[in-house]
């Protein structure tokens, strides 16, 4: 029983390599262990030893453990020892029916068992004396002693015709053995000398074992960076390498004999004809992207000679202001003046200049840039001369004065003979043109938005825009008949408003006694009043009105329609085509025309501009100028695009209005900065062709008052002759 | 999602493939920043400026082309090679391995720059055009200080000097020489190499200051191309003109420091002309230079023998050469090489000790003038009754030849700007010279002329008219000079700078009057514009047209473009601001004439 506790405790320390312990089991160690172990067992209950004989068979078999087969005898689980024993009985085992009877004693068994974790037996060897060669003992009567203190004696030694009397006699002789250690016979069951029987055969101690189970491999090989060995390191690598001996002798005796040379004269850098011939495609040698030469460093001008002439010196007044300068203004080079070359100095700076040089020429990104060398001049574009488009407004012929405040706006009568002038003192003004003589003033007592006389020659009437009201004002020019006209137009009944009683109307028509005119009274304050072709419509337009903003009244039967109900932002005016049944509304953004007929919306023009201030048509119907609060107006050809056919930027402050003449081709802006333009405008009929704009004159003469300059201008219907507006309350009258 | 999203997997476009900022180059190319730039400076790879700057503005781009350019470039390889053999050679040293250390440096790995030189510059014209910054370079590395333990190896400068040198005696030598301007910065040059006007700056010759305000490795990485550069240029041009290359120079004169005298003899006993020279040079000897030559004796005599056996062979293809050099004077010389040939021809120069030798020693046998200076090695003394000219820099000149006019420096170089023989009495010893003009500015274009160019244009109005008669006798001049005698020429130069003078007068006075009518007609004009002024009843017509030009300038600003328009107005301000620089310079000059005669 010396090997059982050094067995097991091997077992323990191998726990990985379990299976390697049990394949590397020589064959005779192995059947000395079972005899030993049997031996230890044989002495105690025939119970115990046989059960002890079914673990060391079965137990590596079922799962491969060989510490529980030779250590912890009782160990084995209830369910393991149950699925022995069904195997047991298959073999139809002797000791079956006691081990099953004795279930609950294994338990207990079990229990006690694994209470001494150890591998200390529980029967002790007779033997006390430890684990020391028994041959110290050869001479002495016992061989330790008991718990006792007394001896334990050595049997008697029987002589050997004893011992073979007693074989002789005892039939089961040939199965015992004599114990050295313990000094006593101990003899082997039949179960034991089968094992041994098996052993020394070489087969496995227990017939009921597979030496041949397939392979389970309990290590999990995924994900496992090395391989799992523990190969000693080859000895090849300890030992010097024979060919690399062969190398170092080899080039020992080269460098002996000289081949081998260490110190190699330096190469001086050589310099040959690098650009042979020139001519052989030289372009194929360049590859890469295309080079860009570094731009050369600028000439040394007259300034930088060691002896410039006196103009080039600057005075030190010039110097100091240098020092005012921004760093990066400040001239990088002050001329100096030397008598003679031989007094120049080192120049300080060339190293650092070189420098510098070098820095551009590999930190600066290049680029090809076009530099264009033309003359300023050319890039103006090529106008008709402005002779050839006279006649056009060029100089202030006359100047109407009498308004107290700023003359917001002006019209001018078809027959060309009376102007009306609207201003902000409240006053509404009838003018005749050739003499500038005052003919009327009416005080309406509002500010007057707008003004504007009827087309209609026959029907001097005028169409007055003041505070919430629209005055429908007779002038009373014209003959008798026509005044009576006139007067029968102007007179609306008062029962009028009263019948449509139920829901509050747009607009009511008020008779005014005053100054016997039609008052339209409106929600909202009125800012454009313009009247149709036919002189029997207009339009007023109110610009906070949201569905009602945009009317259109009929003088004849003092009626007002609102057909535009849904306008995308805020309307700023609204014009009549000047022969077709089309209307223009310009919000602050774009434009919109309508088709009156058709009742739907044909085109929007979209300006671009920041905020539409004033909006123009052509005589001909198909070109649109649109004035704008940024300075800018656009020209729109209607048949062209949607978009401006040009945008001309000439004014720096807000365009307050603009204007196209009736029959010549011209056009006017005027502005707050106190400035009108006359540009020609030529519209050809040739569709091909586009409009001819060319600016002509520059009118100037108004004065600005509280930021307002020229506010309103109109064209001469016959004459090319344009009336300004100002807010210093003058209107002027510009003539060819 | 974001503007410039990308998804996962699709590969950058425009812009963003084709540009790489330069942090990520450097780790591109796995090499440090230094490395890349002298990577960058040797190979010519420059940043370059994308349409759209994908990673920010104030970032450098490379082209992606540039940069794997760079990346298959042997070189990188090679400064990897370098960069570990420093590591082993400090390894080396720090465990105390003298031995193998030193080893180690003898070994060290070296490249050359040729293949990069060609694939720079495939042409030879593509390197002359690049050849300005080239040689500014190598003359400013020139003129630097050869101190052991300086930044810059001494080594360095004495290559540079002699390559600068080897350029001016190629320069001198084939008379292509165009302009010089004496500057506070230095002397630029001009010359016409094969159709490229190439011009550089020398430093004067004055020790310059290694200042700390520069990174040297930059400058000597340029200065390393450079060098290679030159060196190959001027082999080419040698070849060219067929004189061997590198030239092996007589040993004593490059001792005495006038190694371009030496080159220039070289070249042109290499091409086989002036041969009977040597005996003048090899007669002079000085106890000054004993010392310096007893070091070099050893070298010396080695050169020499060299430079013997040079001779010798160049002895057998001589009169080839000499064929060559003739049938190329003849033809292939346009009008402008054979006025800059001639400008100095009969005249001989002799340099005082104080004035800039080396410029005028190069400058004066480039416009064919013959020159010697004080000091040894000089082909004739002070003494030689044939000097013309002697250049002095000196408030007052002591002893005085006769027969020779004493100039200031500057002369040289103005008659070389204005291709004629200028007067002598303005720069004439003691006097202040007249205003230096630079030869490169137009002054046409400039819009301003300053008074001397102006007299300078009469001068060589004068000097066309008066040569043109002439040229029957100068032919028979330039035919048999050897027959002239010295005599001769003098009265001949004599006689021309008489009637030069004669000619110059006239002219003046004819300029005067011109002048004076002008200036009549111009006060008439004036004043009578003062006088209506004054009567102010025809002034409404007179402002109304001034007016209307205003308008129609800004009439017609209104129907252009807005891109026109403000290209227009930036020309109109780059106009009012030369117009200003000259109303500047116009009224300093009145002041200076008012102080001059208040």
């Not at chain 1, 105690?44 to 030893?49: C, G």
């Not at chain 1, 202030?396 to 009568?413: A, N």
């Not at chain 2, 590198?246 to 290499?270: T, V």
């Amino acid at each position: 029983m010396i090997l059982k506790p050094r067995f097991s405790s091997y077992a323990l320390t191998r726990a990985p390599s379990r299976r390697e312990t049990c394949s590397g089991f020589t064959r005779t160690s192995m059947v000395a262990a079972a005899a030993t172990a049997a031996m230890g067992k044989s002495r105690r209950s025939s119970k115990k030893s046989d059960r002890l004989e079914q673990e060391i068979a079965e137990n590596p078999a079922a799962n491969g453990d060989v510490e529980e087969a030779s250590g912890r005898d009782e160990e084995s689980q209830p369910s393991d020892a149950a699925s022995l024993s069904e195997d047991e009985s298959s073999q139809g085992s002797p000791v079956d029916s006691e081990e099953e009877n004795g279930g609950v004693n294994g338990d207990e068994d079990h229990r006690s068992g694994e209470e001494s974790d150890s591998s200390e037996e529980e029967v002790p060897s007779r033997n006390t004396i430890g684990d020391v060669p028994l041959e110290w003992y050869k001479d002495e009567e016992h061989i330790g002693y008991d718990v006792a203190g007394k001896k334990i004696k050595k049997q008697a030694r029987k002589d050997r015709i004893e011992s073979f009397l007693a074989g002789v006699d005892d039939a089961k002789n040939w199965r015992k053995i004599y114990d050295e250690y313990n000094d006593e016979e101990v003899e082997l069951t039949k179960e034991e000398v089968k094992i041994i029987s098996r052993m020394l055969k070489g087969k496995t101690p227990h017939a009921g074992v597979d030496p041949y189970a397939p392979y389970v491999d309990w290590f999990v090989w995924d994900d496992k960076g090395h391989p799992l060995s523990n190969a000693p390191e080859p000895k090849r690598r300890f030992v010097p390498s024979k060919w690399e001996q062969k190398k170092v002798v080899q080039y020992v005796r080269a460098i002996r004999k000289g081949l081998i040379k260490f110190d190699k004269p330096k190469e001086e850098p050589r310099v040959y004809l690098l650009w042979g011939d020139d001519s052989s495609a030289a372009e194929n040698k360049r590859h890469g992207l295309s080079y860009i030469p570094a731009p050369k460093p600028k000439l040394a001008g007259h300034e930088e000679s060691y002896n410039p002439s006196v103009e080039y010196i600057p005075t030190q007044e010039e110097i100091n202001s240098y020092q005012l300068m921004y760093e990066e203004d400040r001239p990088k080079f002050i001329p100096r003046r030397f008598e003679s070359l031989r007094s120049v100095p080192a120049y300080e700076k060339a190293l650092k200049e070189n420098f510098d040089r070098c820095l551009d020429l590999y930190l600066c990104p290049r680029t090809r840039k076009k530099r264009i060398n033309i003359d300023p001049e050319s890039l103006k574009p090529k106008l008709p001369s402005r002779k050839d488009l006279r006649p056009y407004p060029r100089t202030c012929y006359l100047e109407y004065r009498g308004h107290t405040g700023p003359v917001k706006t002006i019209s001018i009568d078809i027959s060309g003979q009376w102007m009306a002038s609207g201003s902000s003192d409240g006053t509404v003004r009838v003018w005749e043109i050739e003499t500038s003589r005052c003919l009327r003033v009416w005080n309406v007592g509002e500010a007057i938005k707008h003004i504007s006389w009827n087309p209609l020659p026959e029907l001097p009437v005028l169409a007055i825009s003041a505070g919430h009201d629209v005055l429908i004002l007779d002038t009373g020019l014209g003959n008798a008949e026509e005044q009576a006209r006139i007067k029968e137009l102007l007179h609306v009944e008062e029962s009028k408003p009263e019948e449509d009683g139920g829901s509050t109307p747009v607009v009511s028509w008020v008779q005014d006694d005053k100054y016997d005119c039609i008052r339209l009274k409106h929600l909202k304050a009125v800012t454009t009043v313009e009247w149709h072709r036919k002189g029997d419509y207009f339009t007023t337009v109110v610009p906070s009105g949201d569905s009602r903003a945009i009317l259109i009244h009929q003088l004849s039967k003092k009626h007002t329609q609102n057909p535009f109900k849904k306008l995308h932002g805020l309307p700023v005016s609204a014009v009549f085509h000047p022969t077709r049944s089309i209307f223009f509304i310009s919000t602050k953004k774009n434009i919109r025309v309508y088709d009156l007929l058709k009742q739907k919306l044909v085109k929007k023009l979209e300006t671009g501009v920041r905020e539409i201030s004033s909006i123009a048509i052509h005589p001909g119907g198909d070109n649109v100028i649109v004035g704008s609060k940024d300075g800018k107006m656009c020209w729109f050809d209607m048949d062209l695009s949607s978009k401006s056919y040009k945008t001309l930027k000439a004014h720096p402050k807000d365009i307050t209005n603009v204007a196209f003449h009736r029959s010549y081709p011209l056009f006017a802006s005027c502005s707050d900065d106190c400035t009108a333009y006359v540009f020609h405008g030529m519209v050809y009929s040739d569709l091909n062709q586009n409009p001819l704009i060319v600016p002509l004159e520059i009118l100037r003469g108004h004065t600005s008052s509280d930021g307002r300059g020229v506010l309103d201008c109109k064209f001469h219907p016959r004459q090319p002759w344009l009336f300004t507006a100002g807010a210093d309350s003058i209107i002027k009258l510009y003539c060819h | 999602m974001p503007k410039h999203y990308r998804p996962p997997g699709k590969k950058k476009e425009g812009n963003a493939a084709k540009y790489i900022t330069r942090t990520k180059a450097v780790h591109y190319l796995q090499v440090s920043l230094s490395n890349f730039r002298k990577l960058c400076i040797l190979k010519g790879i420059f940043p370059r400026e994308p349409k759209k700057k994908v990673e920010g503005n104030h970032k450098t781009y490379y082209h992606m082309k540039d940069i794997l350019f760079l990346a298959h470039e042997p070189l990188l390889e090679k400064f990897r090679d370098i960069r570990a053999h420093k590591k082993k050679v400090k390894k080396a040293l720090a465990r105390k391995n003298r031995d193998l250390a030193d080893r180690l440096l003898n070994r060290e790995p070296t490249y050359k720059l040729d293949r990069l030189i060609l694939e720079r510059y495939p042409t030879f014209v593509d390197a002359l055009r690049d050849l300005d910054d080239c040689l500014t370079m190598v003359h400013l590395f020139a003129a630097l200080p050869a101190v052991e333990g300086e930044r810059i190896q001494v080594e360095r400068i004495h290559n540079c000097r002699r390559l600068s040198h080897e350029w001016q005696a190629y320069i001198s030598r084939t008379h292509s020489l165009r302009k010089t301007f004496i500057s506070v910065k230095g002397i630029y040059y001009q010359a016409e190499v094969e159709g490229q006007k190439i011009t550089w700056l020398t430093p004067h010759a004055l020790q310059q200051v290694l200042t700390d305000d520069v990174d040297f490795n930059v400058m000597l990485t340029f200065s390393e191309f450079y060098v290679a550069l030159l060196g190959f240029v001027n082999f080419k041009l040698y070849h060219s003109i067929n004189v061997k290359y590198p030239p092996i120079l007589d040993p004593r004169l490059e001792a005495l420091a006038a190694e371009l005298y030496a080159l220039c003899r070289y070249i042109s006993a290499g091409s086989g002309r002036l041969s009977g020279d040597p005996q003048a040079i090899t007669s002079v000897e000085d106890g000054q230079h004993e010392v310096e030559k007893t070091d070099t004796r050893t070298e010396e005599s080695e050169l020499r023998l060299a430079q013997l056996q040079h001779q010798l062979s160049a002895n057998e293809p001589g009169a080839l050469m000499h064929l060559m050099e003739n049938t190329d004077d003849m033809d292939d010389e346009d009008h402008e090489k054979k006025e800059c040939r001639n400008l100095f021809r009969n005249l001989k120069f002799f340099l005082s000790r104080e004035v800039p030798r080396e410029s005028l020693l190069f400058v004066i046998p480039a416009f064919g003038g013959v020159v010697s200076w004080d000091g040894n090695g000089s082909p004739f003394k002070e003494s030689a009754e044939d000097i013309t000219h002697q250049i002095v820099d000196r408030p007052t000149q002591g002893h005085v030849f006769l027969s020779r006019e004493y100039v200031q420096p500057q002369w040289v170089y103005d008659c070389i700007n204005a291709r004629i023989i200028l007067p002598t009495e303005k720069y004439l010893v003691g006097r202040v010279p007249p205003p230096h003009l630079s030869p490169f500015v137009d002054n046409e274009a400039e819009g301003y002329i300053p008074e001397y160019a102006e007299t300078i244009k009469r001068l060589q109005a004068a000097a066309k008219k008066q040569v043109l008669p002439m040229p029957g006798v100068e032919s028979q001049d330039l035919d048999d000079p050897q027959t002239l005698l010295v005599e001769g020429i003098i009265d001949r130069t004599e006689a021309n700078e008489a009637a030069e003078k004669k000619r110059k007068l006239t002219m003046l006075e004819k300029q005067y009057h011109d002048e004076l009518n002008m200036e009549l007609q111009g006060i008439t004009y004036s004043t009578s514009l003062s006088n209506k002024n004054l009567q102010s009843s025809a002034e409404n017509v007179k402002e109304d047209t001034v007016t209307t030009l205003e308008e129609s300038e800004d009439l017609s600003k209104v129907s252009m473009s807005r891109k026109k328009r403000k290209l227009y107005e930036a020309m109109k301000i780059g106009q009012e601001r030369k117009k200003e620089k000259i109303k500047l310079l116009k009224e300093r000059k009145k002041n200076a004439e008012a102080s001059k005669t208040g």
